[in-house]
């Protein structure tokens, strides 16, 4: 695992260029170091001062770079241990994080208000990336007597599901499908960015509660943690100030009232909720945006204009076709949607919406897994034992080894399935199926977006709505994919 701050000076690079050139080349390095950090802090207690201090940002911004880092650290370190610790959202960082498992890149891609960048497994053969390997514990959290031949039994087993990927690629199955057999330990490459608010969230959720179980995940808040001490020292004191807390008291209490846990992949996406009156409160939002008119007068307005049978869903053309869109915002649909592991960063990557996704441990059903169109045409009894095969040694590490809950989630292979929950507004939603129903994305992804679609079409006041849901192509007439357009857009304007 390596996790690097990348936002910053290369310092590596910076002192072969000051080689010979200068006399005190560490000194120089040292300094511009001590900068970096001084001018994080001075533009964060800038922020912290600037509701309570006269004169514009400039003149806040000079009180802060006249203070010391000493007195500016203390500043910033007293103004969030109030709980103003939004000014922490104007200080931030890029990282470079290299060969960590899904674990990590699902885990830290739920935190809504950082971004991410990451290597395709659409694209990219994976052959050869390599593999994380746990320590593997009991119950206890002990590491087991026998651990080092467990990890040499999970090692060739491991190897083995990478055979069958290079396999099935010699088969002539697609990288995108072959991945489906790729375990949830082969190595991901992320960027991450983020705000130093966020990265304090992060660092306390990954070593100080129930997430910390999972090696790889604590290893990783620490490595952050270390990273924080030297370029952003103003949230360690709160950091260091939240107890332990491992236990999930949610799932504590369920479990002794819930006795079932088996359960059922959903078939298509579905509709749980939504606003009611999609259309209406859509549209009258653009009247009382642009008015100011109390609901009552622009409801009377909205009616009249209605007598008009194409007035409806002229007006909600002009808002999707908009800059802002912001009146499809006024509406949210709570969905349930089945979904491999596979393509779950496909939906999870889109982060204004809220979404839940099942937690790693305990592991879930590895019976209920996606079947590839392709390979159920090409090779479906290969591609189902190796499921079984991975389903096997899984109960062996769990029933014969007794490891633990956490070091088990490993053996998730990228085809297996969950049932995810998320609230989506409109606008999210209308910019997903955008990008989702077109006959570029991914298959699986693109029928969840025409689940979700076809949902939306079964509500008898969201007509209008639904009428301009999906692919440019089909609500505009017109394609961006240039040369790689698949030539819808052409037949559907007779050329």
């Not at 010979?20 to 001590?34: F, H, S, T």
């Not at 190897?159 to 991945?179: C, H, M, Q, T």
């Not at 949607?337 to 099942?358: D, E, F, G, N, Q």
């Not at 990228?414 to 989702?436: A, C, F, P, Q």
Request: with cysteine; aromatic share 10%.
């Amino acid at each position: 695992m390596k996790v690097e701050l990348i936002g910053t000076l290369n310092y590596t690079k910076l002192r072969e260029e000051l080689k010979g050139k200068v006399e005190d080349v560490d000194g120089i390095i040292q300094m511009l170091k001590n900068k970096e950090v001084q001018r994080k802090a001075e533009i964060v207690s800038t922020a912290g001062r600037l509701s309570r201090n006269p004169g514009t940002v400039s003149d806040v911004l000079k009180l802060s770079e006249n203070k010391t880092l000493e007195q500016n650290l203390s500043f910033v370190k007293r103004v969030i241990s109030m709980g103003h610790d939004s000014i922490l959202d104007h200080d931030y960082l890029v990282f470079v994080i290299e060969n960590v498992s899904p674990i990590i890149e699902q885990t830290i891609i739920a935190e809504r208000f950082s971004s991410f960048t990451i290597k395709s497994r659409r694209e990219v053969d994976f052959s050869k990336v390599g593999f994380y390997t746990p320590d593997f514990h009991d119950k206890n959290g002990m590491i087991l007597t026998d651990n080092s031949k467990i990890q040499e039994e999970y090692k060739k087993h491991e190897k083995s599901l990478f055979e069958d990927y290079k396999n099935l690629v010699s088969l002539g199955i697609p990288l995108e499908d072959a991945r489906f057999v790729l375990p949830y330990s082969y190595y991901s490459n992320i960027i991450m960015g983020i705000d130093t608010h966020t990265l304090k969230d992060m660092i306390v959720k990954y070593t100080k509660t129930k997430y910390s179980k999972i090696t790889e995940l604590r290893k990783f808040g620490e490595k952050l943690y270390e990273i924080a001490q030297k370029q952003v020292p103003f949230i360690i004191d709160q950091i260091d100030k939240v107890a332990e807390k491992n236990d999930d008291s949610v799932s504590e209490f369920l479990k002794e009232k819930i006795k079932e846990n088996s359960y059922n992949i959903l078939d298509k996406p579905k509709l749980l909720s939504c606003t009611p009156n999609v259309d209406d409160t859509i549209l009258l939002s653009a009247i009382m945006r642009r008015y100011q008119f109390d609901k009552e007068k622009a409801k009377k307005i909205f009616n009249n204009l209605c007598k008009d049978e194409t007035f409806k869903q002229e007006l909600m053309k002009k808002i999707v076709f908009s800059s802002d869109k912001l009146e499809l915002t006024q509406v949210n649909f709570e969905f349930q949607i089945p979904l491999s592991y596979a393509v779950l960063t496909h939906l999870t990557r889109h982060r204004t919406h809220h979404l839940m996704v099942p937690d790693f441990s305990p592991i879930s059903d590895l019976t209920k897994f996606k079947t590839p169109p392709k390979i159920e045409k090409k090779c479906p009894q290969y591609y189902k034992e190796i499921f079984v095969k991975n389903l096997r040694m899984y109960e062996h590490f769990k029933n014969d080894y007794k490891v633990r809950d956490e070091d088990l989630i490993y053996f998730i292979l990228s085809g297996n399935m969950v049932n995810i929950i998320t609230n989506i507004d409109g606008k999210t939603l209308e910019h997903i199926l955008k990008l989702r129903e077109c006959t570029k994305a991914q298959w699986e992804t693109r029928k969840m977006a025409v689940g979700i679609h076809d949902e939306i079409r079964t509500l008898n006041d969201a007509v209008c709505f639904s009428n301009i849901l999906g692919p440019t192509c089909e609500t505009q007439g017109f394609c961006n994919e240039g040369k790689e357009s698949c030539g819808r857009v052409l037949k559907k304007k007779n050329i």
